[in-house]
């Protein structure tokens, strides 16, 4: 492979890459908003007397 | 049984392994298998990845306008979620898409950009999704907002036929590949109709995929949000 084409195909598989990546650490973060969410309204519910 | 809990079970064991093992096979296709392209070189082994994402981002759009228009005539809550996830995975390949292309035009046509008319309607179509994901940016879903969104998004997949024709229409600098014959800047080889072919299948079950992902979170945030209403109106 030539030098300056090898460096162009190296930077558009880098970027596709990367925005894949930080699209899913945005989905990982949603999650984790949702768990902490879910947390906080298990914590409200009242408890339930074990039987 | 819901259409939901059938898809259940295939999208969260298989459709992973299966998305990531499509992603092996279209990355050795494109790097070990196509010979290069005579004029371009190395170069043009973008094409695969940067074709495919814009498929990939038209699937989501079609997927959200037809969500979209379900949930203006239905009013069904399912139906914006499927909308909102197609919008939110659909830009992400827009957006490598736009990323990709002018990546390889440096090397090809000697500069980042050019207002080709390919070009400018893709532009047009991201600007049109990015201002649906602003109107859907609320923790809270306004049900007029969604309305309003809805309505943009069934508007804004018109501009994805613009694109296709837009080529052959007004005789823009952005190559026909796949329509053209291989004597006229088409595929020279028939390996590399195979490994678009790979790479295709790779990019719908990832697009699956993530499209699953993102309906999953959407669909638990609303039913975490009905439970708190609920007891906020037990509470008072």
Redesign the interface.
């Known amino acids: ?2 030098a ?3 460096w ?2 190296f ?3 880098g ?2 890459w990367s ?2 990546a930080l ?1 899913l650490m945005h ?1 990982g973060r ?2 984790r908003i ?1 768990e902490r ?2 947390r906080e ?1 298990e914590a ?2 009242p408890r339930q007397p074990v039987p | 049984m819901s259409v939901h809990r059938r898809l259940a079970p295939f999208a969260d064991r298989v459709l992973p392994w299966a998305a990531s093992g499509a992603m092996f096979a279209a990355l050795w296709s494109v790097f070990l298998y196509v010979p ?1 392209e005579r004029t ?4 043009q ?2 094409f695969y ?2 074709v495919n ?1 814009w498929w990939a981002a038209y699937l989501g759009f079609f997927v959200a306008a037809g969500a979209s228009g379900l949930y203006l005539w239905r009013g069904r809550s399912e139906h914006d979620w499927l909308a909102r996830a197609a919008v939110e995975v659909g830009m ?1 390949f827009c ?2 898409g736009l ?2 292309g002018p ?2 035009a ?2 090809i046509w000697g500069t980042w950009w050019t207002w080709d008319p390919r070009l400018t309607m893709a532009v047009i179509l991201w600007t049109i999704f990015s201002v649906y994901l602003v109107l859907r940016s609320s923790v809270r879903d306004d049900p007029e907002i969604t309305r309003y969104a809805a309505v943009l998004a069934v508007v804004g997949v018109l501009d994805i036929p613009l694109i296709m024709i837009s080529v052959r229409l007004w005789r823009g600098i952005h190559p026909s590949v796949i329509s053209a014959p291989a004597s006229k800047g088409g595929l020279e080889d028939p390996r590399m109709v195979v490994a678009l072919l790979v790479t295709m299948v790779a990019f719908a079950l990832l697009f699956a995929w ?1 499209l699953w ?2 309906y999953e ?1 959407l669909r ?2 609303d039913a ?1 949000h009905r ?2 209403d609920q ?1 906020g109106e037990v509470a008072r």
Do not use: K
């Open positions: 492979m030539s300056p084409g090898f162009f195909l930077a558009g598989y970027v596709v925005l894949l699209f989905l949603r999650h949702l969410e879910l309204l409200r519910l | 290069n371009m070189g190395p170069v082994r973008i990845f940067h994402c992400l957006t490598i990323v990709t990546i390889w440096r090397p993530l992902l993102r979170g638990l945030r975490l439970v708190e007891m």
